[in-house]
């Protein structure tokens, strides 16, 4: 009976050791790598409308006349 127990208590307890130590780092590095993708796609797009915005803003009040 010892020697059953010896056999089935590891194969209950190891995966219950080994299964989380596999899928966290599954869970975590998304949450990590996905922002690193996601948040120049919506950071940069910003920064250039808003030099394409600053740009028009200078023509539109520049001092030279373009109506000669």
Avoid: C
């Avoid at 998304?30 to 394409?52: H, K, R, S, W």
């Amino acid at each position: 009976m010892m020697f059953r127990a010896l056999i089935i208590l590891p194969l209950i307890i190891l995966p219950l050791i080994i299964l989380p130590l596999i899928i966290l780092p599954l869970i975590i590095l998304p949450l990590i790598i996905l922002p690193l993708i996601i948040l120049p796609l919506i950071i940069l797009p910003l920064i250039i409308l808003q030099t394409d915005a600053g740009d028009v803003l200078n023509k539109r009040h520049s001092p030279k006349r373009w109506d000669r």
